[in-house]
């Protein structure tokens, strides 16, 4: 049984209620990081104290830093068979994978899902099928999700969102696509109740000088603020469904049958004495919602949830997701304050102020203004100037400055990215100690990075089942040679062929590449000793642009040996045959020997029956 639309909306409900905190501190989270760092309350009572909002913002440089070193350290998608017999099908899926992310953009997608997973601890990205260009389809692997438009199963534990019952995506259309896409929008009630307008998630206040361009939220359904805008939920769910499992007695193949389906052939079955299983499954359903009606339902064209999450640390007890950003806001503040406060300190008491009778001055007002004005000219009244007695200038508070300095400190120590990562290091140091503490980072976000992969072999399963259905037509798709690109024949292959996702290092990524040629310098010396020759695609792991690698392992294939090298390789050819001749001879004399050996153990044991046999005749 289909779950209702009563129960949409009361998960839907459940869900805004308990993640209500955790977006309300997401988009505070999203705040700090371009720089946006007060209040609205703290900036008005700034502004009228004609005070600056003073922000040296740290915090972005931390999520700069981590994102650049996501980007150099990109992860390579590999599709292994299950049998060696489809090892040739698994390299043109490895292939496809990277064609069809080629295609879409995909890395700038995932990127970006991943800084918001480091921001506010979730990133999302959905997968699906498009007809916009191309009337066969096109499958965009990746296209980045804001997280603040995705609700969840506030129930789900597991890192990634994986054993979450349903998701929901609320989003924002124009009217006009909306109702291209579902023209039953035309059609519903303008009295109908809207649940969509009641949760935290209102973009903008009410303006009420601007009141006269809004139309009455009945007067469009109450799905949006705006009468040019509709608001959509995108709600997928599954449901264990009972399947029957049945060995089909012709091509020994398991097929898969509904109940439906099975309750017609099952007298044929037991007839036959076909054996056969009863089991649950997972099936996934998706369905469209504006107000309280259902605009488009049906089932999810792939197996699993097509909005693919990324999570970061977990608190436990309120059972939501938290990014690095979130420690880092009160030294953020305090730095901020701390030394807003110098500076203010600083500016109103430079000279100290004064005190003087009301009859000292001629405009007592503009001698307030102009008193630390070094240049201005200040008239008094006659015998004024001894009824002026300067005030001392207030000490600078001791400890102030290291106040400010240790909470600049603690944004580093609690995000646990240090100086050597961020590349802000002002001193010399060996570069075996800057490799460890920028080690020591990256272990400290490993959490992260993991729930990367983890979201990469999900997201990298849910495509190669796209295309496996979807474009394996025939049509010629890109991929990328040794060298050079060109282009192959995408044939549907055997569906009962099962494959794994392996996520591993990209080898050729710029810090990879930084890596193998900082080890190379110091074993190739030693390789040179030793006789050994350098590899031929060495060039594809230097530090150099790909224009010149390509030419180089060009000109490497291309050339001819020398005549010295041609005779030193028919010399260690000639040799190699001298041994493998010497040592054929050696086996067949040792052979020889072997044989003669056991022809002396026979004949002496004749003899020894010969003699046992004249003894016992005797």
């Known amino acids: 049984m289909k779950e209702t639309i009563q129960q949409t909306k009361e998960r839907i409900k459940q869900s ?15 705040d700090f990081r371009i720089g946006r760092q007060y209040t609205d309350d703290e900036e008005a009572a700034l502004e009228e104290a004609q005070r600056p909002a003073i922000v040296f913002n740290r915090t972005g440089p931390v999520i700069d830093a981590i994102i ?16 060696i017999q489809s090892d040739a099908s698994a390299q043109i899926y490895t292939q496809a994978i990277g064609w069809v992310d080629d ?77 291209e896409r579902w023209p039953k929008l035309k059609e519903i009630a303008t009295n109908s109740h809207s ?19 809004y139309e009455n939220k009945s007067s469009n359904n109450g799905l949006s603020g705006a009468p040019d805008e509709v608001t959509i939920i995108q709600y997928q769910w599954w449901e264990h469904t009972k399947i029957y499992r049945i060995a089909d007695p012709q091509s020994g193949k398991i097929i898969e049958l509904d109940p439906r389906r099975f309750e017609r052939i099952k007298p044929s079955l037991d007839m036959n004495g076909v054996p056969y299983i009863e089991q649950m499954k997972k099936v996934w359903y998706q369905r469209f919602i504006a107000g309280d009606e259902i605009l488009e339902e049906n089932k999810l064209p792939v197996d699993g949830f097509t909005f693919h999450f990324m999570t970061g640390k977990r608190d436990a007890i309120r059972r939501l997701w938290l990014g690095i950003v979130e420690g880092m806001k009160d030294p953020q503040r305090w730095s901020n304050k701390f030394f807003a406060e110098i500076q203010d300190f600083m500016s109103a008491n430079r000279r100290g102020g004064a005190f003087a009778e009301l009859d000292a001055f001629q405009n007592p007002r503009a001698a307030e203004e102009q008193w630390n004005d070094h240049g201005a000219l200040i008239l008094l009244n006659p015998g004024g100037l001894g009824k002026i007695q300067e005030r001392n200038a207030v000490n600078y508070p001791s400890g102030l400055d290291r106040l400010m300095q240790i909470a600049i400190s603690a944004i580093p120590d609690t995000s646990g990215i240090n100086l050597e990562m961020m590349g802000l290091v002002d001193r010399a140091q060996p570069g075996v100690v800057e490799r460890s503490r920028k080690q020591s980072a990256v272990t400290i976000l490993a959490p992260f990075f993991r729930a990367l ?7 990298a399963t849910q495509a190669l089942e796209f295309i496996r259905k979807y474009i394996s037509d025939d049509r010629m798709i890109r991929i990328l040679d040794e060298n050079d690109a060109q282009y192959i024949q995408m044939i549907r292959d055997d569906d009962s062929v099962e494959y794994d996702i392996i996520i591993e290092d990209a ?19 030693q390789l040179a000793q030793m006789g050994m020759g350098i590899p ?37 050819q000639a040799e190699s045959q001298l041994m493998a001749a010497k040592t054929q001879g050696e086996m067949a004399g040792a052979q020889l020997d072997i044989a003669k050996s056991d022809e002396a153990i026979k004949r002496g044991a004749r003899m020894e029956a010969a003699i046992e046999t004249d003894r016992i005749k005797a």
């Open 195 to 213: 649940l969509w307008l009641d949760d935290e998630d209102s973009a903008e206040p009410h303006d009420a000088a601007n009141a006269w361009r």
């Open 536 to 572: 031929p695609s060495l060039p594809k792991y230097l530090p150099l642009p790909k224009s010149l690698v390509d030419e180089w392992i060009a000109s490497e294939q291309n050339k001819q040996p020398s005549p010295e090298d041609q005779a030193r390789l028919m010399r260690a």
């Open 68 to 83: 650049g070193h996501h980007i150099n350290n990109q992860n390579d998608i590999k599709v292994i068979p299950r049998n």
């Open 16 to 30: 805004i209620n308990h993640q209500a905190k955790w977006r309300k501190s997401a988009r505070e989270s999203f």
């Open 507 to 525: 080898p050729l990524s710029p810090n990879r590449k930084d890596e193998t040629f900082a080890v190379l310098m110091n074993l190739l010396p």
């Open 103 to 179: 295609e879409c953009d995909a890395a700038d997608e995932i990127t970006q899902a991943f800084e918001d997973c480091i921001i506010c601890g979730v990133g999302v990205t959905e997968i699906y099928l498009t007809y916009d260009e191309n009337p066969d389809g096109d499958i965009i692997s990746a296209a980045h999700v804001p997280c603040l438009e995705m609700g969840w199963d506030h129930n789900a534990k597991r890192r990634n969102l994986l054993d979450a019952r349903w998701v929901y995506r609320k989003k924002t259309w124009g009217r006009k696509e909306a109702e």
């Open 453 to 459: 992969a983890k979201y990469q072999r999900t997201r």
